[in-house]
């Protein structure tokens, strides 16, 4: 059976409720949903461009802790408040995934402390330079 590990790094925002900023079980890592918000917890304003990136920028973070990185992602999970915000998002998450993982983008109706986006993801244990 294959182990299962908890990911914490200070270098990300905290999770907001009783769930861990991801899991590692087998080869897979599950990074929990990240919202904008920087890794003291505060959320950021501003474009969704702005923050787009702050999600991608917590999932970088996360997975460097876990021992992989953003090109090990396999599959992401955008979610939205808006699709008015779909093209917006769209142009600053290709130059995170420039590899084109798998990829699901729904709107819903609302997001964690009334954020617009949430980004959550898949990836392979390892760094894309080491040898499994």
């Known amino acids: 059976m294959a182990e299962i590990k908890k ?51 917590n999932i970088i973070a996360i997975l460097k802790e876990a021992g992989s990185d953003i090109s090990r992602v396999i599959k992401v999970n955008v979610f939205l408040d808006d699709m008015a915000n779909f093209a917006e998002m769209n142009g600053v998450y290709e130059k995170f995934f420039a590899h084109k993982p798998a990829r699901s983008c729904v709107a819903v109706k609302q997001l964690p402390k009334g954020v617009p986006v949430e980004i959550e993801c898949i990836a392979l244990s390892g760094r894309a330079d080491s040898k499994l």
């Open 7 to 57: 990911v914490f790094t200070a270098e990300a925002c905290p999770p907001a409720g009783p769930y861990s900023q991801a899991i590692v079980a087998g080869p897979h890592i599950f990074v929990s949903g990240q919202i904008p918000a920087d890794k003291s917890g505060n959320l950021i304003t501003g474009s969704i461009a702005d923050q787009t990136t702050a999600c991608c920028n």
